[in-house]
């Protein structure tokens, strides 16, 4: 069945140093879905990515698809204290399943 | 106003029992979903239904079983539970059954003692 590989799963940084979390399918992608979940809460929707190669930004984020629809990157620039949580991307695969798998998320943690 | 509100919020129980928990959404969507967190983060959909309509049904232990009385309302009874059912068990719903964003409900905290 499809898998989401996401790396790294862990990731401390010191605020204001970039991060970046990689996400790769075993099968290509109608779409991919970014959330973000704090510490004792629950996920939220970020962003969703359609086109081959797509790139978005919200703020400080930027979301990249790649071009083959297997593979996605969620990269901060200067973290701030506000970015902690863990980071999941979500994967549809193309073959029509209703299913969207979720990757096992990237946490993290930003020193002030 | 709470878009996807789940009950209750922490559960403790003990092995064997039966418990409930309930979901409700007033966002309007025609999809809910439950999906079971581990320990280690993991999120794992477990069920969806889309206008009170089973679509997703993973590979779960049939001691677990969702109803929807409506499209609004989506819930879930364990029975007989066990120690390894300890997890947060997150309730979403969407607009659609596919591709589209889905809201995630606070979560229930289950403890099985």
């Known amino acids: 069945g499809q898998q989401v590989m996401q790396i790294p799963q862990y990731q401390h940084v010191q605020e204001g140093e970039d991060f970046t979390t990689y996400c790769n399918s075993s099968t290509t992608l109608s779409n991919i879905q970014w959330y973000k979940q704090r510490p004792g809460g629950h996920p939220v929707f970020l962003i969703q990515l359609v086109k081959s190669g797509e790139v978005k930004k919200q703020k400080r984020l930027t979301f990249q698809f790649g071009e083959a629809k297997k593979n996605s990157s969620l990269h901060i620039t200067a973290t701030q204290t506000t970015d902690v949580g863990t980071y999941f991307c979500?994967?549809?695969?193309?073959?029509?399943?209703?299913?969207?798998?979720f990757g096992k998320g990237t946490k993290l943690t930003v020193n002030p | 106003d709470t878009a996807v509100s789940q009950t209750p919020k922490y559960l403790v129980t003990q092995m064997g029992n039966d418990k409930s928990i309930k979901c409700e959404q007033n966002?309007?969507?025609?999809?809910m979903y439950w999906y079971k967190q581990d320990s280690k983060k993991f999120l794992k959909i477990m069920f969806s239904y889309n206008n009170k309509e089973l679509i997703i049904n993973e590979t779960v232990p049939n001691r677990f079983s969702p109803k929807s009385p409506d499209k609004a309302h989506l819930n879930l009874h364990i029975n007989s539970l066990e120690l390894g059912d300890s997890a947060v068990y997150f309730c979403?719903?969407?607009?659609?059954?596919?591709?589209?964003?889905?809201?995630f409900g606070p979560g229930t905290r289950l403890t099985v003692t």
């Open positions: 966002l309007g969507h025609d999809t």
């Open positions: 979500a994967g549809l695969d193309q073959g029509g399943s209703e299913k969207l798998v």
């Open positions: 979403a719903s969407s607009h659609g059954t596919s591709g589209y964003e889905q809201y």
